[in-house]
């Protein structure tokens, strides 16, 4: 299991560019590393961001567009 997550770990920093023959295998481990931490907590607040919106204030758009009243606009017949 280790040698498939090192084959893909080496697969993602040889596609950021880095191919290991120079002295920046670990600048590369780190850029990846820090990319899929940056995934991670990406689609982590979008899932909180999504459930839980936090917004209460009553004058939120949120609230004039879910409001079930007819809307004039203007021009249209």
Same mark, same amino acid.
């Given at each position: 299991?280790?040698? @498939?997550?090192? =084959? =893909?770990?080496?697969?993602?920093? *040889?596609?950021?560019? &880095?191919?290991?023959?120079?002295? @920046?295998?670990?600048?590369?481990? &780190?850029?990846?590393?820090? *990319?899929?931490?940056?995934?991670?907590? *990406? &689609? @982590?607040?979008?899932?909180?961001?999504?459930?839980?919106?936090?917004?209460?204030?009553?004058?939120?758009?949120? =609230?004039?567009?879910?409001?079930?009243?007819?809307?004039?606009?203007?021009? *249209?017949?």
């Amino acid at each position: 299991m280790i040698d @498939y997550l090192t =084959y =893909y770990f080496e697969l993602a920093i *040889a596609l950021c560019g &880095f191919d290991g023959s120079d002295d @920046y295998v670990l600048f590369g481990w &780190f850029a990846v590393s820090l *990319a899929g931490l940056v995934v991670v907590y *990406a &689609f @982590y607040e979008g899932v909180c961001r999504t459930l839980w919106p936090g917004e209460t204030d009553p004058s939120h758009i949120k =609230y004039q567009i879910l409001d079930e009243t007819e809307v004039d606009f203007p021009g *249209a017949n």
